[in-house]
């Protein structure tokens, strides 16, 4: 008995095995029939992805590559300006032949440089006392870099007190403050954020910002902090 139930057995393995096999007969015959019918629809999307592919390498070889030499080449001849003390021709823009930090911007807006361009142009228009033009152009720039970032924070925060708006200056330091995972960083602009909110009477957040210092940041205050939070009691 036992040896027939195992031959039944096999026998029964055996028909599983071919209906398997059929199986992938029907989906393999299921699968040429479709590749049959939509052949033309596939090959043209093929095409395209294909095209996609090849359209991307040449635009970064042919397009971003050569724009960025031109990038550069710009925003070093600004540079140069700018370390000889030629403020204006470094800031530029206002002729082809020296595109300066600005022009570099305008025509390369589209690169890691040219946002740098406009970081720097936005420096120069500072100085100028040109806040909102200034802002304007900090705010074109990104990076990955967290302390680039927070230090754009913080000089978009001087453009806002330069035109009397100091709320607004007080909420970009406030972002100065956190974006950066440098120390100093972080303590320099949490400070500045503290003075500001003394300044506009806001003793809960003045407060906030030196407890920070208190608790992070000793290392670096020497002590002020605890100077400033008892300022927080008499303003």
């Excluded at 043209?44 to 991307?56: P, S, T």
């Excluded at 570099?104 to 142009?121: F, H, I, P």
């Amino acid at each position: 008995m036992a040896k027939l139930g195992k031959n039944a057995q096999n026998e029964q393995e055996g028909k599983e095995t071919v209906e398997f096999f059929k199986d992938l007969d029907r989906e393999a015959l299921n699968t040429e029939r479709f590749l049959e019918k939509y052949s033309k629809q596939l090959g043209i999307i093929f095409g395209v992805l294909v095209l996609g592919v090849l359209g991307f390498f040449a635009y970064k070889q042919f397009v971003v590559a050569p724009k960025n030499v031109e990038a550069v080449k710009g925003f070093l001849a600004a540079q140069k300006n700018q370390t000889e003390g030629k403020d204006k021709e470094a800031l530029g823009g206002k002729s082809a032949a020296n595109p300066g930090f600005v022009g570099t911007y305008n025509d390369y807006s589209g690169t890691k440089v040219g946002e740098l361009a406009a970081y720097n142009a936005g420096l120069l228009k500072f100085k100028e006392g040109k806040f909102q033009e200034a802002y304007d152009l900090l705010d074109k720039f990104s990076s990955d870099n967290k302390t680039l970032v927070a230090l754009k924070y913080g000089a978009m925060a001087d453009a806002k007190s330069g035109l009397n708006k100091n709320d607004e200056a007080l909420a970009l330091l406030d972002k100065a403050s956190t974006a950066s995972n440098d120390p100093y960083t972080a303590y320099y602009f949490t400070r500045k954020a503290g003075i500001v909110a003394i300044g506009l009477k806001k003793n809960a957040e003045a407060k906030k910002y030196f407890s920070a210092i208190d608790e992070k940041y000793q290392d670096y205050d020497n002590g002020m902090s605890d100077s400033y939070i008892e300022m927080t009691k008499y303003f």
